[in-house]
């Protein structure tokens, strides 16, 4: 089965599910809650306190058993699952481009564990997981070929991925990806967090949460006052002009050629981004899970070239 999965900072995304990066482990088995996966003597469930960015999710097997649960979620709405037999698992993740070359191999080999399979509960159900593949892509390009029909006939565009942590920026020729002008800054949407965070504590004691600044951002019903949503506005448009700034300095400018905003972020932040004047008819892909279907593309292109080439070799 084809899984492809976004492990981001702020949140993970499969074809069917979004859920925040966030875990909580136990000894014992959880009071309430039936999402629960049991795996090596330890009991985990999801969280909406999102794990502190980590450059290399590698280092510990946080976002492994977040991978597990959202294998575990994938397996049960496509309505595969089996408790007798061992269910094969081909994976497709993906990286900012700026950490891909040096950071893909290890990626990879993080979630292929030697070849083992992997045995745990999920919803009280036995699962037995053998990955016999990982391919990993970059983030940005992936999301770019997700909305391939919608943006090739473009003769340049720029493709921004706002992300939890980073903005991954990909320029496109002729349909074609320019690895010159691609990169990813550390100045995604938990900065914003942070900052907002950091001054509502300062002028008013109060303790806001990112789902809480979400809210504001998205215009939905809230307790908060005037004062407080301006301030999250305010901050927001700062953030954006801040960024568009950024891409300037390296000598991007949106306000030729066609640019194309993916990500969580972009969509959080859309008011503000269309507000700018650094930026000329800018395109949204709206699905928070651009990466993931371009994961999927660029996995089964992949697999037809090497099933095409391996043909001409026989």
Same mark, same amino acid.
């Given at each position: 089965?084809?899984?492809?999965?976004?492990?981001?900072?702020?949140?993970?995304?499969?074809?069917?599910?979004?859920?925040?990066?966030?875990?909580?482990?136990?000894?014992?088995?959880?009071?309430?809650?039936?999402?629960?996966?049991?795996?090596?003597?330890?009991?985990?469930?999801?969280?909406?306190?999102?794990?502190?960015?980590?450059?290399?999710?590698?280092?510990?097997?946080?976002?492994?058993?977040?991978?597990?649960?959202?294998?575990?979620?994938?397996?049960?709405?496509?309505?595969?699952?089996?408790?007798?037999? $061992?269910?094969?698992?081909?994976?497709?993740?993906?990286?900012?481009?700026?950490?891909?070359?040096?950071?893909?191999?290890?990626?990879?080999?993080?979630?292929?564990?030697?070849?083992?399979?992997?045995?745990?509960?999920?919803?009280?159900?036995?699962?037995?997981?053998?990955?016999?593949?990982?391919?990993?892509?970059?983030?940005?390009?992936?999301?770019?070929?997700?909305?391939?029909?919608?943006?090739?006939?473009?003769?340049?565009?720029?493709?921004?991925?706002?992300?939890?942590?980073?903005?991954?920026?990909?320029?496109?020729?002729?349909?074609?990806?320019?690895?010159?002008?691609?990169?990813?800054?550390?100045?995604?949407?938990?900065?914003?967090?942070?900052?907002?965070?950091?001054?509502?504590?300062?002028?008013?004691?109060?303790?806001?949460?990112?789902?809480?600044?979400?809210?504001?951002?998205?215009?939905?019903?809230?307790?908060?006052?005037?004062?407080?949503?301006?301030?999250?506005?305010?901050?927001?448009?700062?953030? $954006?002009?801040?960024?568009?700034?950024?891409?300037?300095?390296?000598?991007?400018?949106?306000?030729?050629?066609?640019?194309?905003?993916?990500?969580?972020?972009? $969509?959080?932040?859309?008011?503000?981004?269309?507000?700018?004047?650094?930026?000329?008819?800018?395109?949204?892909?709206?699905?928070?899970?651009?990466?993931?279907?371009?994961?999927?593309?660029?996995?089964?292109?992949?697999?037809?070239?090497?099933?095409?080439?391996?043909?001409?070799?026989?």
């Amino acid at each position: 089965m084809l899984i492809a999965i976004d492990h981001g900072n702020k949140q993970m995304k499969t074809r069917n599910l979004v859920f925040t990066s966030g875990l909580t482990e136990s000894d014992n088995p959880p009071p309430f809650g039936d999402s629960i996966l049991e795996y090596k003597g330890k009991y985990y469930t999801t969280s909406e306190q999102r794990i502190p960015y980590l450059r290399d999710k590698t280092v510990d097997n946080r976002f492994y058993i977040l991978t597990l649960y959202a294998i575990a979620c994938e397996i049960e709405e496509a309505d595969c699952y089996s408790e007798k037999e $061992i269910m094969d698992v081909q994976l497709v993740v993906g990286l900012p481009p700026a950490h891909y070359g040096t950071l893909a191999k290890k990626f990879e080999g993080y979630f292929m564990r030697g070849g083992q399979v992997e045995e745990f509960k999920f919803r009280g159900k036995p699962y037995s997981i053998y990955i016999n593949e990982v391919m990993s892509f970059p983030q940005a390009h992936a999301a770019a070929v997700s909305v391939y029909g919608q943006i090739k006939h473009y003769n340049k565009l720029m493709v921004v991925d706002i992300g939890g942590f980073t903005v991954d920026y990909l320029q496109i020729n002729n349909g074609k990806p320019d690895r010159s002008v691609c990169d990813s800054l550390e100045y995604g949407v938990i900065r914003l967090y942070n900052d907002i965070k950091s001054k509502i504590n300062a002028d008013f004691d109060l303790l806001l949460e990112e789902s809480d600044i979400d809210t504001i951002l998205q215009d939905e019903p809230s307790e908060y006052d005037d004062k407080i949503k301006s301030i999250v506005a305010a901050m927001s448009q700062s953030f $954006i002009s801040n960024l568009l700034g950024n891409l300037r300095e390296r000598m991007i400018d949106l306000r030729t050629g066609k640019t194309v905003f993916v990500g969580g972020g972009s $969509i959080l932040l859309k008011k503000q981004i269309v507000a700018t004047d650094k930026v000329i008819n800018p395109v949204f892909v709206e699905q928070i899970s651009a990466n993931v279907r371009g994961y999927e593309l660029l996995y089964k292109s992949r697999k037809a070239k090497d099933e095409g080439y391996g043909r001409q070799e026989g």
